[in-house]
């Protein structure tokens, strides 16, 4: 079988903050739905299937809130499924809405999803029960010690050190401050960031996402629906793979891959080069939108995506090659350390990649953009989807 | 019959009270069957689709753990939160759209791991429905206070259904006792107006599914889903048409079409729909076209979804000779699977069978699939 070429036609965000007070969360919903409609030229009558992205529900309290915002999403009567993946759901809900119309399911379809991760309280706390209860919740095992394990690997494998994260974190913020939508609109110096307090070493308060809220929505349409008025972006490519969940595996003599490293983001990646003809994305990927929820991990993400060698990203960040007129911008919109709605903060990567292809991200937009790299990352740095995005369809889609 | 479909091509799933096994073994033990049902390797799986609900289990983000014994690790892994149901939808598209030849899909629940009421209940909305003790059971009873109302003799026709399904359980040797329709009504009231023994009791269990393109795995047991079809109803149960499931009709319309079925009383041999109570086989009925929402006491009592009837519901006893949370509807596929191989009732043999499969409170998700014996696997 074949699969139909599929575009994301539509896509629509609130600006994030802190608590979105103003807006409940089925409200959130509903104004990501109708931007992305809005901005698609299309109304909920001409949508065939919604998927919805909704990660630990815990953070918001209400147990599969799917349900109770079937109307928030335009869904009554139509085929609604939710997808989980931690935090890479919104990357995982457009991959569903993907597979939707490719099969010939649907000829448009709405992936929508929201979230409020300060709802209930502290996040690290729901976020601990994330873990084996017998063996690891005890530990006050949370996502910050889980990726500080990491970035500590990396340091030691490739002499990295807490300058080079740093720098990814003054980037970042750099790029955030052009981005409306940011939750976090600031810059910060070098010393700002090695001067803020530990969260668990080697990561500190300012190499860490904040914790958002807010809405994000896409429309997916098959070739045949699309309407002369719409500015398509074409997912040429999808990869999704995963590791392992216990951290003790990804360490050690028996490991697949080393848990300093991104090998299971590496071999999504392949997948989705191969299916968008990609050989050397060092050379043809011209911006890139990856989910790194604290700034180690954008290095191993730069290298996993083979947009360097193992171990070389600290030095490339200092030399500005990841920078906005550097050789490959990573993260124009400020990524996930400026912006972290969990539920879909990987639909924002995606998002971006294509207002990147449309030539429509305003101060943040990457000239000539024509083939952008996004991804997502969700449950014990475990599952790892990847979407290539470009200007005109790929033969290989 | 469409001639674009996906095979089944491996099947497991067990019902289980008082096992101290974990989850994760669970898990494991029906992966494993299924994939030798499959006669297929791990290595062999593309991707794993998983359903399963955080609160049931009690920990968030529950694919992460459930992922290793899955066989999905090192895989493409997508958790489907919403139904089980819906993971099947979502692997039958990964297959359709040819990103995928071989996925797993996988469900679960434990009744035992915790109060599976309590969790129902903070599924209500927060703002108006919360101080209510709404939960499912609640839920189901408002549905069938409403059928009671608004159609005659449904009384004795739950208690024929409940009759029916667990005489069939009986037959297919699951662990439950025959009653009769008196016992049914003697039965203690759980929730008005429905009795203990209208209800699905609850148990732990895992079902697991190999679905593959054609001629991706060879077999000659494949079965074919030929069509799906799934829709949503709103939230709130007063906004809702409790009776006429107007998107169930809308789900099993589209599996039909999908199917190339144009008359479900001639061209569907058997029918699993989802007995989470005695009404909701009544309502399903009625809503997939098999006879309307008046005329659906009559034709159970009449004998015509017996076993030996014109037209055969849950020939292993359905949900109400017990079914585990959130995953159970799904193993009902699997069942399905068995009768169309020859493995189960002998007239079901090569058959074609609808599997009806809800979720949310009084069905508030519907999923339809067709299935039937592929010519060529």
Not at chain 1, 226 to 236: K, M
Not at chain 2, 77 to 101: V, Y
Not at chain 2, 184 to 205: A, F, H, I, Q
Request: proline share 5%; charged share 20%.
């Amino acid at each position: 079988m074949n699969s139909r070429p599929v575009a994301a036609v539509g896509v629509g965000q609130t600006r994030f903050t802190n608590t979105a007070e103003a807006a409940t969360y089925p409200e959130l919903l509903r104004q990501a739905t109708q931007t992305a409609l809005a901005d698609a030229g299309l109304g909920m009558d001409d949508i065939d299937a919604v998927v919805f992205a909704l990660a630990p529900e815990s953070l918001m309290g209400i147990n599969h809130a799917e349900r109770w915002c079937v109307e928030a999403i335009g869904a009554a009567g139509k085929p609604v499924l939710r997808v989980q993946t931690g935090g890479a759901t919104g990357m995982s809900a457009v991959h569903a809405g993907y597979h939707h119309v490719a099969g010939g399911a649907a000829e448009r379809v709405l992936v929508v999803g929201a979230d409020r991760v300060r709802e209930s309280g502290d996040a690290q706390q729901i976020f601990n029960k994330i873990w084996d209860p017998i063996y690891e919740r005890s530990m006050a095992h949370t996502t910050i010690s889980l990726i500080a394990m990491s970035a500590s690997r990396y340091m030691w494998l490739y002499n990295s050190t807490e300058e080079d994260m740093a720098r990814v974190s003054v980037k970042a913020h750099k790029n955030g401050a052009n981005n409306p939508n940011a939750h976090i609109r600031r810059e910060v110096t070098i010393d700002e960031v090695l001067e803020s307090r530990y969260l668990a070493w080697p990561l500190k308060l300012l190499d860490t996402c904040p914790q958002s809220a807010g809405g994000c929505a896409t429309v997916l349409s098959s070739k045949e629906a699309l309407e002369p008025s719409q500015d398509p972006a074409w997912i040429s490519g999808i990869g999704m793979s995963n590791d392992t969940y216990w951290v003790g595996d990804r360490i050690g003599p028996k490991l697949i891959y080393d848990y300093g490293d991104g090998g299971a983001l590496e071999a999504a990646a392949r997948q989705a080069y191969e299916q968008a003809g990609i050989s050397d994305p060092a050379k043809e990927v011209d911006a890139v939108e990856t989910y790194a929820s604290f700034t180690p991990v954008e290095l191993h993400n730069a290298e996993a995506l083979g947009l360097c060698a193992l171990g070389t990203a600290g030095p490339l960040f200092q030399e500005g090659f990841f920078d906005m007129d550097g050789q490959i911008p990573l993260n124009p919109s400020g990524g996930v350390i400026c912006t972290n709605p969990i539920s879909v903060t990987a639909m924002v990567r995606f998002v971006e990649g294509v207002l990147q292809i449309r030539g429509t991200a305003e101060a943040r937009q990457v000239k000539g953009a024509e083939t952008v790299v996004t991804t997502g990352s969700g449950g014990s740095h475990q599952f790892f989807p990847v979407s290539v995005l470009t200007r005109e369809p790929r033969s290989a889609n | 019959m469409s001639d674009r479909w996906v095979n089944i091509v491996g099947a497991a799933y067990g019902r289980h009270d008082h096992r101290n096994d974990s989850l994760e073994e669970l898990i494991y033990e029906t992966t494993t069957e299924a994939l030798a049902d499959a006669g297929i390797e791990l290595e062999q799986v593309d991707a794993l689709v998983s359903a399963g609900s955080d609160q049931i289990d009690g920990r968030a983000i529950t694919s992460m753990l459930s992922t290793g014994p899955a066989g999905g690790d090192l895989k493409d892994e997508t958790n489907i939160a919403s139904a089980s149901a819906h993971a099947l939808a979502m692997g039958w598209l990964m297959i359709l759209s040819g990103q995928r030849d071989v996925v797993l899909v996988t469900s679960w629940g434990r009744a035992s791991e915790g109060e599976v009421p309590a969790a129902e209940h903070l599924t209500a909305d927060p703002f108006y429905d919360r101080d209510l003790p709404l939960e499912d059971l609640v839920a189901m009873a408002m549905q069938a206070q409403v059928h009671r109302t608004q159609v005659d003799g449904v009384d004795a026709a739950a208690a024929a259904v409940v009759e029916k399904n667990l005489a069939n359980a009986v037959a297919a040797g699951r662990p439950v006792e025959a009653v009769g329709a008196d016992a049914v009504r003697e039965s203690p009231v759980v929730g008005t107006p429905l009795r203990e023994l209208e209800v699905s009791p609850r148990c732990d269990g895992v079902v697991c599914i190999v679905l593959a393109a054609p001629g991706a795995v060879s077999t000659d047991r494949a079965v074919a889903i030929r069509g799906m079809g799934w829709a949503s109803d709103r939230y709130r149960l007063a906004d809702r048409d409790l009776v006429g499931l107007p998107h169930l009709q809308t789900a099993s319309k589209a599996a039909f079409e999908r199917a190339g079925i144009s008359s479900v009383k001639d061209d569907v041999d058997f029918f699993e729909l989802h007995d989470y109570s005695a009404d909701a086989e009544l309502l399903a009925a009625a809503a997939i076209g098999l006879t309307d929402v008046k005329s659906a006491p009559g034709l159970v009592l009449e004998g015509a979804t017996a076993a030996d009837g014109r037209w055969p519901v849950n020939l292993t006893g359905g949900s109400l000779a017990g079914d585990f949370p959130f995953g159970g509807p799904l193993a009902r596929v699997a069942e399905a699977t068995a009768y169309i191989r020859g493995e189960g009732p002998s007239k079901t043999n090569g058959s074609t069978g609808l599997v009806q499969m809800s979720a949310g409170f009084a069905g508030q998700f519907q999923t339809a699939v067709v299935l039937d014996r592929p010519e060529e696997a």
